[in-house]
């Protein structure tokens, strides 16, 4: 054992699983399968009854919000990875220039050997076990840290990972900020981090001790912008819904709203509409609508309201909230001031603050003033400005006319950039944060670069300068 991790209470289960790498790492196609298989069982039928259960308690996750945003998405990420995984498996052969005549190259997919993955709260069983499809699928064994906030979600995760797993292959261990501490001190090879910026940054700093590679899925304000040509109407029901499912506690759902001057009184009472008909015009009441996770959680929404009401910011819709059961309502704020919280920290919870602007140069201007965002989105029926907001500006993923969604496409890389992240999950994406791809030249017979060994004579010379000429 390394002297250096005695003290900590991780580092024989981290051994273990060490130890084991290099047999969990050659493991066939066909056992991934049935790793894979195995989860998939317990999410799709043995413990799906409990998971909507655990979510119900921790965060009254409406049931349908649980079978699509959680269970439905573990599922699609294991079926995806299934039908690809014998191609992604396979030895991926490329070109060989010329000057290496006599060569053949390929690069191959290894596991990186073991892994960490922290997660967040908010989507718990999705943001944990969607991560863990593609260590699997690639091949690592994995130390599973899950939040501490959704603390039933947890146990029930924890129950399920030692259930249907062997502790060398997947383990998971419950704690808090103490727990995740002494796991980042531990060589990882890889860390799988979705969380805050702010923490995101604290991992980046411990991996960067054993110079481990990092997925960091950050968070942060996503902004939509809405021009004079969008259908206002639809715009406003798919806002709606992405900002306030889940009580607007989605990483990626609309943080604000940039929009014409002309349209934002008719955007504001087509929401009013919106947010009838879904959660009724007493949302407390609705059996559709989510809850905030925990007081402190509350409490910081709470003061983003006070702040922006010490402001003389005007609360279109909703903003009442009760602590006993942590409820807020679906709330739309205007006339913010530049220093309001709710324009400068990621909400992270059911209040859309709706900023006009007079030209869509000032819109794309106050989106690059703040930081690169994971998610920015654009309603415009013109092609223009479409293009004009694209080339302008940068973020992790986009929609036209439309939000959230590019979340369940397995097929597109799922990340930010900068601050709202680094590197890239889901489907190929996912697969390959997990792995280290090994390139391998095989030699055969005669190597042409052979002629030009030294001793190096006048003909080497010209062969060179041929070499760099032709070849
Ligand atoms: P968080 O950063 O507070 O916590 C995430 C995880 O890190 C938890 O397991 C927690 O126990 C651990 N942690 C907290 N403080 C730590 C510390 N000092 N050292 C080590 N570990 C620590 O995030 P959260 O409140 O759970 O989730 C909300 C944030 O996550 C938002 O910013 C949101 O945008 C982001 N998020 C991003 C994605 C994505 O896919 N990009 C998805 C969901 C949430």
Redesign the pocket.
């Known amino acids: 054992m390394n002297n250096n991790y005695t003290h900590n209470p991780y580092y024989s289960l981290f051994v273990k699983q060490q130890s084991k790498q290099i047999s969990v790492g050659q493991t066939s196609y066909s056992y991934r399968i049935k790793q894979l298989d195995k989860l998939k069982t317990a999410i799709e039928i043995t413990y799906r009854a409990q998971i909507i259960e655990a979510l119900q308690k921790d965060l009254n996750k409406p049931k349908v919000e649980t079978e699509l945003t959680e269970i439905y998405q573990i599922i699609g990420e294991i079926k995806y990875a299934k039908a690809r995984l014998h191609k992604w498996m396979r030895k991926q052969k490329v070109a060989t220039p010329l000057s290496m005549f006599g060569s053949g190259s390929y690069y191959i997919y290894e596991p990186k050997g073991v892994c960490l993955i922290?997660?967040?709260?908010?989507?718990p069983f999705n943001?944990t076990f969607g991560p863990l499809v593609s260590a699997i699928a690639a091949g690592n064994s994995v130390i599973i840290?899950?939040?501490?906030?959704t603390s039933n979600a947890s146990a029930l995760m924890k129950e399920i990972v030692a259930a249907i797993f062997k502790e060398e292959d997947v383990a998971l261990v419950e704690g808090?900020?103490e727990t995740?501490?002494y796991l980042?001190e531990l060589p990882f090879n890889h860390v799988f981090?979705?969380?805050?910026?702010?923490?995101g940054k604290?991992?980046m700093s411990a991996a960067a001790k054993h110079l481990a590679s990092v997925t960091l899925?950050?968070?942060?304000k996503s902004p939509t912008v809405i021009d004079k040509t969008a259908n206002i109407d639809k715009a406003a029901k798919r806002i709606v819904w992405g900002k306030f499912m889940n009580a607007g506690q989605i990483?990626v759902s609309p943080d604000y709203i940039l929009i014409d001057a002309n349209i934002k009184d008719q955007f504001i009472e087509n929401c009013k509409k919106w947010i009838n008909q879904f959660y009724t015009n007493q949302p407390k009441t609705s059996q559709s609508y989510a809850r905030i996770v925990s007081e402190k959680h509350f409490k910081r929404l709470k003061l983003h309201l006070g702040n922006a009401k010490s402001l003389d910011a005007k609360i279109d819709i909703g903003g009442d909230v009760d602590i006993n059961s942590k409820y807020i309502a679906p709330t739309i704020v205007s006339n913010l001031k530049e220093g309001a919280t709710l324009l400068n920290e990621?909400i992270?919870g059911p209040i859309l603050p709706v900023v006009s602007y007079n030209t869509l140069e000032e819109a794309i201007a106050y989106i690059n003033s703040k930081e690169r965002p994971?998610a920015l989105y654009i309603y415009s029926n013109s092609k223009k400005h479409r293009k004009q907001i694209m080339m302008h500006t940068k973020a992790g993923g986009t929609c036209i006319n439309n939000n959230v969604i590019h979340y369940s496409n397995h097929s597109l890389p799922?990340?930010?950039v900068n601050n709202?992240?680094i590197g890239k999950s889901h489907g190929f994406y996912g697969f390959k944060a997990f792995s280290n791809q090994r390139a391998v030249v095989k030699q055969y017979a005669f190597g042409i670069n052979e002629s030009l060994f030294p001793p190096y004579t006048k003909y080497k010379e010209r062969l060179a300068e041929l070499t760099v000429k032709w070849f």
């Open positions: 922290i997660s967040p709260w908010n989507f943001l840290k899950p939040s501490e906030m808090e900020v995740s501490t980042l981090f979705t969380g805050s910026p702010q923490v604290i991992v899925e950050l968070g942060g990483c990621e992270f994971l799922f990340g930010g709202s992240g």
